[in-house]
Structures are given as C-alpha cells and as structure tokens.
C-alpha cells in the first residue's frame, strides 16, 4: 500500500463516499476508484461495501484503518521533516490557530520569535478550533490555539491565561454610556453572534438564562473577527472575545459584559511530535504575547 493509496483509504473512512473523497482530495471520482479498486487487488482484501448508496467499511478495512491512518501521519511528519532540513539550520515552524487568536497574538509572537529566530520559516494558519486540533494531531503543525475545548486523543494541553468576553458596539452607540452590558440592554438591538451549536453560543446562551432572557441572534458569525467587522459597518452589536478588539476598525467601542464569560487561551501540543527547540521557544513568545495583552 503506497502512500496515495494509504491517503484514498483513509479519505474514504472518513468520508464514507468515492464523491466527498474525490472532493476532498481534489482530484476526480474515477481516479479515486481506479486507485481503490487496484488497492483492493494488492490486498487481496474486500475493503468496503455499498449500502443505500454510501460505502461502508468491512471488518477487514475497520481492522487496517488505525495502522492505516498512523502511517500516514508519520508519512506526513517525514514530509515535513525533510521540508525543515531543506530549509537548512534554520528549520520550519507551523502554527495553526481558531479566529482572533491567528489575528492578534500569533503575530506578536512571531515577530519577537523572528527577532531572535531570523532562518527559522514560519507557517501560520487560521482556522477553527476543531480543525486546529487536527492540524496538531495530524503533526500538520507544531503547535495550536483556541479558545474552545477539543477532543484530546493524542494531545495535550496547556492553558496560557484566559480571556473575557467583551460587548462591541459602534463608536458613539447607546451602550457606551453603560460602565457593563448584561442581556437585558442587548434587548432591542440587532444582536451578531453565534450558533447555539457553537461553544461560544452555548456560553452565551447559559449566561441569557441567568438573566431570564432568550438570546436571539439576528446576524449568525462564525467567527469572533468576523463578527467585529459586522459591527463595523453597523449592522449591529455582539459578544466576542476580548482579543477581537485588536483587530476591530476604529469605529468600534466596547465594555465589559456581564456575567463574565472567561475563555482559556488553550495551547495544544502534540504527544507524538519529537521534541523541538524552536517549538519551545515559540511557546515562550506565545506565553509573553498573551501576558502582555492582558496586562494592557
């Protein structure tokens, strides 16, 4: 099994279709079947079968998936471990954080890193909590931030403070004249925020409750930043995390909310990933960006 066919495979478990792995992998859904089809010819072996439409996995595939999907990883951290020894001395260093994190900490740190780093190749990326979790896992990054709690299988994780959740509103709005906001003063306005399926609306909807309110989410985001720019235009008010604020256009204010929604700042770290020394020297950088934004 060589390793396009170890990627279709695991694809496919995940997935449970030819068409969403085609998709994924972007190439076309009969290259996906040739390669699965010759696989299974190799192997000798029977790996799925089609039920209503959707591939399901015999006991056969069930049992090679989790050495399947280990090879894989360790193929990706081959790949990415010659990418370092390419780049010579200095090395490569991959960071994956959710929403305002990416935005506004990971810059800061990165620019002190590079002051003391300066051959070391930085890869940053935005995404999701749950996605950034996978990147780490996956060894697709070094190291992650979020805001969220995510499923830990093979990860550890770290606090590195915490953050509150603030109200942001246009310069000059009502609201400004409030030392707090709590959910009844958000009561007649076009509130921004998020779905209750996300962590973030979950909290806020809990902290509604307190105050017998239901909160109703006019304009649904899907990120804190994302949100921000919302408000810029004036399209309404929302609850964010604090460090969306450094981000946000000039035009937006804001205050504390009440009752406080405080969020770990949560650094994920691989238990498989060999150790690094840049790896943890970035971590510092990290720890001494969220320390100085606080402390501001």
């Not at 969403?20 to 992998?25: E, S």
């Not at 190799?42 to 039920?51: E, K, V, Y």
């Not at 590195?160 to 709590?182: D, Y």
Request: aromatic share 6%; hydrophobic share 45%; glycine share 6%.
């Amino acid at each position: 099994m060589n390793a396009r066919q170890l990627e279709i495979f695991r694809t496919i478990m995940q997935t449970g279709s030819v068409t969403d792995a085609a998709k994924l992998l972007n190439v076309s859904q009969p290259t996906v079947s040739k390669i699965l089809h010759h696989m299974e010819d190799q192997l000798g072996l029977r790996l799925f079968r089609r039920i209503r439409g959707r591939l399901h996995p015999t006991p056969q595939a069930e049992m090679l998936f989790p050495d399947a999907d280990r090879v894989f990883r360790d193929l990706g951290a081959l790949r990415l471990l010659a990418e370092e020894l390419r780049a010579g001395s200095g090395g490569v260093l991959r960071i994956a954080a959710s929403s305002s994190l990416a935005a506004a900490i990971v810059p800061r740190a990165v620019a002190s890193f590079r002051a003391a780093n300066p051959r070391v190749k930085i890869v940053s990326h935005l995404l999701p909590g749950a996605e950034t979790a996978e990147m780490v896992r996956s060894h697709q990054a070094d190291l992650g931030l979020c805001l969220s709690p995510q499923d830990l299988h093979t990860l550890t994780m770290r606090s590195l403070g915490q953050v509150e959740m603030i109200c942001i509103f246009p310069r000059g709005h009502r609201l400004s004249a409030l030392s707090h906001v709590t959910p009844p003063d958000l009561a007649n306005e076009t509130f921004i925020s998020f779905n209750s399926l996300n962590h973030f609306g979950g909290l806020l909807d809990e902290a509604f409750l307190q105050y017998d309110e239901t909160r109703r989410v006019d304009i649904q985001a899907t990120m804190s930043i994302v949100a921000a720019v919302q408000v810029a235009q004036g399209s309404g008010v929302a609850i964010v995390d604090r460090f969306a604020m450094l981000m946000a256009p000039e035009n937006v204010d804001w205050r504390p909310f009440r009752p406080v929604l405080s969020l770990p700042i949560n650094l994920l770290l691989s238990e498989t990933l060999p150790w690094s020394r840049f790896r943890n020297s970035m971590i510092e950088h990290l720890q001494k960006a969220v320390e100085e934004y606080l402390e501001s």
